[in-house]
């Protein structure tokens, strides 16, 4: 039973020195994880946006924090500014109304235009060829009470004088010869007057529709023009309200940066960290091997003199220890041999 016992205990005292090796493998690699976590937490927090509260000649701005975050960013003009702003507001008021008592005035240049518009249109309804027809028709028309009142008058004067059956030539009667040959140059003259008349009328047509057209644009630029004042002065109001906003902007920009540069540390920060971790894991775990290591020495060092320890019998068999490793087919306890393969000791 002595021999047991230190075999036993050896054992005993080896599993012991093994478990506490993995104890302190494991107590080193949870040291390592919240170190780690740690450094991250730490970069997380360099890298976190710190805008900063500025105060310049138009205005000043304040971050607002709720438990270390940003939450918010007010600004606040100088009284400068805010007066400056004030002014403005009154005249663009008044310069608002004008643009809507221009606006009020569209529907005359619209209606003006229309009527000009289908003007032209009538002028344009007749093609070229019924243009010149019409001019001479009313050309003709104008005429012709002058012309019976010639004819009558010539036809008095011939057979007044008894020249009514004169005829020279093969041109006739040579006062209507006449008549006829100045009414055929009058007819030629109207022709050509046709042709110029049929050309200004769709002109004429044409620059009625162009007039209507610019009095149309000429009411829309007329809003355009009363609606600049206010643009202007609202514009105005809104670089005073910009430039009142530059400290926030400054801040933030600041903030921004220092974020930039606090990232950067943040890195180096973790990397370090983290090589640190890796270093006091590999160590630990160097550590607990070698402890381990040792727990199995003397496991193995009771082993081996449990095994010297044994009495020999005639039969050469070997007695197993129970629970450490295994029996052989001999009945006898007390004997020993060889270490064979099977986990046991064999005759």
């Known amino acids: 039973m002595g021999i047991e016992a230190a075999v036993i ?40 946006f710190r805008p900063v509260g500025i105060t310049t000649r138009f205005g000043s701005a304040t971050p607002q924090f709720t438990d270390g975050r940003l939450s918010g960013y007010t600004y606040q003009a100088t009284p400068e500014v805010l007066a400056f702003q004030d002014q403005l507001a009154r005249l663009y008021g008044g310069s608002l109304q004008q643009a809507e008592q221009a606006t009020a005035l569209q529907p005359q240049f619209q209606q003006a235009a229309t009527g000009l518009m289908g003007l032209g249109q009538q002028y344009l309804a007749k093609s070229p060829e019924e243009a010149r027809q019409t001019y001479l028709q009313q050309q003709m028309d104008v005429l012709r009470p002058y012309d019976i009142e010639e004819e009558q008058r010539l036809a008095a004067g011939v ?62 630029q007329t809003q355009t023009a009363a609606l600049s004042p206010f643009m202007s002065q609202f514009g105005a ?45 590999q160590a630990a775990q160097a550590k607990a091997q070698g402890l381990a290591g040792l727990g199995q020495g003397i496991s193995d060092v009771g082993m081996m003199y449990g095994m010297r320890q044994q009495p020999t019998t005639p039969n050469n068999a070997t007695r197993m220890i129970p629970g450490l490793m295994g029996y052989t087919s001999s009945g006898n306890p007390y004997q020993y041999g060889a270490r064979g393969t099977g986990g046991g000791y064999s005759s």
């Open 159 to 220: 057979f007044g004088r008894g020249r009514g059956g004169l005829s020279v030539g093969t041109g006739g009667q040579p006062e209507l010869q006449a008549l006829a040959e100045s009414r055929r140059r009058r007819d030629l003259q109207l022709a050509a007057q046709a042709e110029q008349a049929a050309q200004q009328r769709t002109n004429y047509g044409a620059g009625l529709f162009t007039t209507g057209a610019g009095l149309l644009g000429t009411g829309y």
């Open 9 to 48: 205990g050896s054992a005993v005292v080896g599993g012991m020195m093994q478990k506490k090796a993995a104890d302190k493998q494991a107590a080193a690699m949870q040291q390592a994880s919240a170190a780690q976590l740690e450094a991250s937490r730490q970069a997380a927090e360099e890298a976190r």
């Open 237 to 281: 109001a809104q670089q005073l309200e910009e430039t009142a906003q530059q400290p926030m902007q400054i801040g933030a920009a600041l903030g921004s940066s220092s974020s930039q540069f606090g990232g950067q540390a943040a890195q180096i920060l973790q990397g370090g960290a983290t090589a640190a971790a890796n270093l006091q894991s």
